[in-house]
């Protein structure tokens, strides 16, 4: 079962550190990530695995959201499903 | 398999260009509650509703989060309150049924709960009668409570006594309910061939040949065809027609994904998806748009029943596909309070009663949340019901009326609502009198099914 993660923001250091380490606290690994930085805006998309999720999806959503307002990090968490059923046949 | 481009083109779609599921709406059955002494009944309504519905925002609360997309409203149908007619002696008794609907709908955390309907396109059950005698005080009386009648069906005709009392009904409410905006007639739909699935307020309600219970979801997404058409840039229509079905496809899609999570968690069965394209008052969420990003200078244009057609079966060509059941009202809405740019065109004078029930004729529902002036004649109102339901008895279709008498108000003023009913301009009304006409009475006989011209 997997996730998105994406990130919009100025850039700064430690941004990826920081969901990283996040990520890790809630027993999410980090399957793929695509980043980049585009004039002064620090750009990412991280597809993580969440079968070994140590909460419910909603609370890593809540803390995920709360990690990119306390930095000005603009973050959402959505589930796998959503992007399946828009994309797929 | 998950690429950058699908997952920023969904971003974008519910970040920037609004796309929500509008509601998630559990249809409820009230068969069993039958009782003939009225606060037995009342009591065994509420208790149905609370107890089945208890789950609702829970799960939306839920689904919302898990896939990031904004889920507007919850709410409920219920069966007709007409068809409670052992528990039905008087108005009295039908204001107390509507009461208890409100406080389940407190008691819920929904929005709206819909059902205070009655089906008289043939005639009159007496519980039907006392019903919609109810209506303007049910309305003035509660705050979630929706309300509508059927009045004309292709198989049966055009039931004109109901017309003409609909008319009366429509003016009593706006005036009891006066002092906020006359906003009883918000919650008020006078339909001909009413679906009996439709998730969306003010005319839902849940029909007789559904399951105990069900869960119907609406989704909405005009910002979001509008700024695909934007970005397809200078093509034909063709080309236009197919990004609509495109886009609709992928709005479908997401609402048949949380229709059918909401009715796993919650332990009813799946009803439908209606493909409706609804809008909003908020900037980037309106069908008008879409009508002017097509390439009129301002909906109500000559050529807006053109696009809008289009427009309407390219979304359902598109949603079909996406969706193992549709249903509801499925079809581009046109109320005019509720999208941005349908108030900026009728506020400058470029779209009209007359161009909306043209309009009206290709598209879903019909004269929808649209005020008029406060002294415009209940038989005029019956006149423009009669009308509209013409259209959609003899193209086989649901139309629906939803008017708004100012009180108080005329051509110029605006009548506000706030949230998602918005702000509606009062819109010119012919007052030539089709009082004689409305006081005939009778039925308007079935249209022949064939020598179609």
Do not use: W
Not at chain 1, 2 to 26: F, L, M, N, P, W
Not at chain 2, 362 to 380: H, Y
């Amino acid at each position: 079962m997997k996730a998105v993660i994406t990130v919009v923001g100025c850039d700064s250091i430690g941004i990826i550190a920081g969901i990283s380490a996040e990520c890790a606290r809630y027993g999410v690994n980090i399957s793929e990530i695509t980043q980049s930085v585009l004039a002064e805006y620090f750009v990412m998309i991280m597809i993580v695995d969440i079968a070994h999720l140590t909460c419910d999806f909603s609370d890593f959503v809540d803390a995920m959201e709360k990690h990119g307002r306390e930095r000005s990090l603009e973050i959402h968490v959505m589930h796998e499903n959503i992007f399946n059923s828009m994309h797929e046949i | 398999m998950l690429n950058v481009g699908a997952i920023r083109e969904t971003v974008n779609m519910i970040k920037e260009e609004n796309l929500d599921i509008r509601t998630v709406t559990m249809g409820i059955s009230l068969y069993d509650c039958q009782s003939d002494d009225t606060k037995r009944l009342a009591d065994k309504i509420y208790d149905k509703i609370t107890r089945s519905a208890g789950r609702l925002t829970e799960v939306t609360r839920t689904l919302e989060k898990r896939y990031g997309i904004p889920i507007i409203n919850s709410r409920v149908s219920v069966t007709p309150i007409s068809y409670m007619a052992g528990g039905l002696h008087s108005t009295d008794d039908c204001v107390l049924i509507a009461k208890t609907l409100d406080r389940a709908a407190d008691a819920l955390g929904i929005n709206f709960i819909g059902g205070y309907s009655a089906m008289v396109q043939k005639g009159e059950i007496n519980s039907a009668k006392l019903l919609i005698d109810s209506i303007p005080e049910a309305l003035a009386g509660t705050g979630k409570v929706c309300s509508s009648v059927n009045v004309a069906s292709t198989k049966a005709g055009i039931n004109m006594d109901a017309v003409r009392r609909m008319g009366e009904v429509i003016k009593e409410t706006s005036y009891l309910t006066r002092e906020s905006a006359s906003i009883g007639c918000a919650k008020l739909v006078v339909f001909a061939n009413v679906p009996e699935d439709n998730p969306f307020m003010a005319g839902a309600f849940h029909g007789t040949g559904e399951a105990e219970h069900v869960i119907n979801v609406g989704v909405s997404g005009p910002g979001v065809v509008a700024a695909a058409i934007r970005r397809a840039g200078e093509c034909d229509l063709t080309a236009v027609a197919e990004t609509i079905k495109k886009t609709a496809f992928k709005i479908t899609r997401v609402g048949q994904l949380i229709a059918t999570e909401a009715a796993e968690m919650l332990g009813v069965p799946f009803g439908i998806v209606d493909l409706s394209l609804a809008p909003t008052p908020a900037v980037g969420d309106s069908v008008a748009h879409i009508l002017e990003e097509i390439g009129l200078e301002r909906c109500g244009a000559h050529g807006t029943t053109a696009a809008l057609a289009m427009l309407n079966d390219a979304v359902k060509k598109g949603g079909v596909m996406a969706s193992s059941h549709v249903g509801g009202l499925s079809g581009a809405f046109i109320p005019v309070s509720e999208d941005a740019g349908m108030i900026d065109a009728a506020a400058c004078g470029a779209l009209t009663i007359e161009k909306l029930e043209a309009m009206t004729a290709v598209c879903s529902v019909g004269l929808d949340m649209i005020a008029i002036p406060g002294d415009t004649p209940a038989e005029v109102i019956s006149g423009i019901i009669a009308d509209e339901m013409a259209i959609g008895v003899v193209n086989s279709k649901t139309t629906a009326v939803r008017l708004i008498p100012a009180y108080g108000k005329t051509v110029g003023d605006e009548l506000s609502f706030g949230g998602l009913l918005g702000t509606a301009p009062v819109m010119e009304v012919n007052t030539y009198s089709p009082s004689v006409f409305v006081k005939r009475g009778g039925r308007i006989p079935a249209p022949i099914q064939s020598l179609k011209n």
